[in-house]
């Protein structure tokens, strides 16, 4: 299993919507759970961090560049 990493601040394209329509979530606390928020309409979710990594498409450090 590969690990993902991903910082503070960093935006995260996930592989399905949020029901709002917007796929990308900026990431709010890092740890064993991590808290992302919704760029579309600012909703917060904290997942475990093993489900998240399953779930993540792309990493996108800083909004500007990619990894």
């Known amino acids: ?3 993902v990493r991903f910082s503070l601040g960093d935006l995260l394209k996930l592989k399905k919507p949020h029901p709002c329509g ?3 979530f900026r990431v ?3 740890g064993s759970d991590v808290r992302i ?3 579309g309409c600012s909703r917060d ?3 475990p ?3 998240l ?3 993540i498409k792309k ?3 800083d909004g500007d560049d990619e990894r």
């Open 49 to 51: 961090r093993i489900k």
């Open 37 to 39: 928020a919704c760029t």
């Open 28 to 30: 709010m606390r890092v």
């Open 1 to 3: 299993m590969n690990i």
């Open 59 to 61: 990493v996108i450090a």
């Open 53 to 55: 990594e399953g779930q």
């Open 45 to 47: 979710l904290t997942l």
């Open 22 to 24: 917007s796929d990308t």
